[in-house]
């Protein structure tokens, strides 16, 4: 495996420019590229920090919130989706699954190295899937990991992989739901505080390009707004796994509900408030 180091993430707006551009080149590869991105130095923005608490609803503290690390991989991720050897356009990528295991709490006056690779292309019943794993390390300390898989639609096999749901929990011992209103800028609010800005969650007419009636909420937004739902029940150290179902069409009115799990753990979700339909489902298990 190759290793790339980057000095700085391009700017958003490049790497989108040659998104666009990408989805027109008949991109239709068969192997991931062997090779790993690293930015060294990365220091926090205490600004940029603080605003993407508000837009998630995290409270302001001195450590992060365990999805900040996919802002700070962001970048990364898509330097690799829009490079020339990558298999597969960015545009229409759908984020299916996303799992964070944070392994202590990360201060916000840490310099921290971001890693990130492709891996595990595999086939799945819709497509073909494949994950972006993700590490962050302090002073050579692993501090936090992250599995994003990724399906590329078109192609796919009766016998491939379906869709990987979280661990279902045993029976829940009690029950809360919380009824939300999400406005219908929230994707660009969310897109201005993590540097994505896909078409799809910005406007409704641009959504339609890709087949959306409405502008979406970011899968990562929605799982960043649970987990800060939940911030004063999470321990230092835990695995969040979620399984993104439903796209959130803005704006929204959904349902909130968490179950505390028999044996420990917490299993929570997101539903449509009307259909009950869901959005989202995940499981936070907390590691010893």
């Known amino acids: 495996m190759s290793v790339r180091e980057l000095t700085a993430p391009s700017s958003t707006v490049a790497l989108y420019s040659r998104a666009l551009l990408g989805a027109f080149a008949?991109?239709?590869?068969?192997?991931?590229?062997d090779v790993e991105l690293v930015m060294r130095d990365v220091k926090i923005d205490r600004d940029a920090l603080a605003a993407y608490n508000r837009v998630c609803g995290f409270s302001q503290k001195e450590t992060l919130p365990a999805t900040y690390g996919f802002v700070l991989a962001f970048p990364?991720?898509?330097?690799?989706?829009?490079?020339?050897d990558f298999p597969f356009a960015a545009m229409g990528m759908v984020h299916i699954r996303n799992s964070i295991t944070q392994h202590r709490p990360v201060s916000a006056s840490e310099t921290l190295t971001v890693a990130v690779r492709p891996a595990n292309l595999r086939p799945h019943d819709k497509?073909?899937?494949?994950?972006?794993?993700?590490?962050?390390?302090?002073r050579g300390e692993v501090v936090w990991e992250s599995v994003s898989t990724m399906?590329?639609?078109?192609g796919g096999s009766a016998a491939g992989e379906s869709k990987a749901a979280p661990q279902k929990p045993s029976a829940p011992v009690s029950a809360a739901v919380v009824q939300w209103t999400i406005p219908g800028d929230t994707g660009r609010r969310y897109g201005a505080v993590s540097g994505d800005r896909n078409p799809i969650h910005l406007y409704a007419f641009t959504a339609k390009l890709f087949g959306f009636?409405?502008?979406?909420?970011?899968?990562?937004?929605?799982?960043?707004?649970?987990?800060?739902?939940?911030e004063s029940r999470l321990p230092d150290a835990f695995t969040v796994d979620v399984q993104f179902k439903l796209p959130v069409l803005l704006p929204a009115k959904v349902a909130f509900h968490s179950d505390d799990m028999q044996g420990g753990g917490i299993a929570f979700g997101v539903s449509d408030s009307r259909s009950g339909k869901p959005h989202l489902a995940g499981t936070i298990v907390g590691k010893r």
Do not use: Y
């Not at 990364?76 to 020339?84: A, D, I, R, V, Y």
């Not at 399906?151 to 078109?154: H, N, T």
């Open 26 to 33: 008949g991109k239709n590869g068969k192997e991931l590229p």
């Open 76 to 84: 990364l991720q898509m330097e690799l989706m829009t490079s020339p």
């Open 127 to 138: 497509g073909l899937q494949f994950d972006f794993l993700t590490t962050l390390t302090s």
């Open 213 to 230: 009636p409405r502008a979406i909420a970011h899968g990562m937004w929605t799982k960043a707004r649970c987990l800060a739902a939940l």
């Open 151 to 154: 399906l590329r639609r078109g």
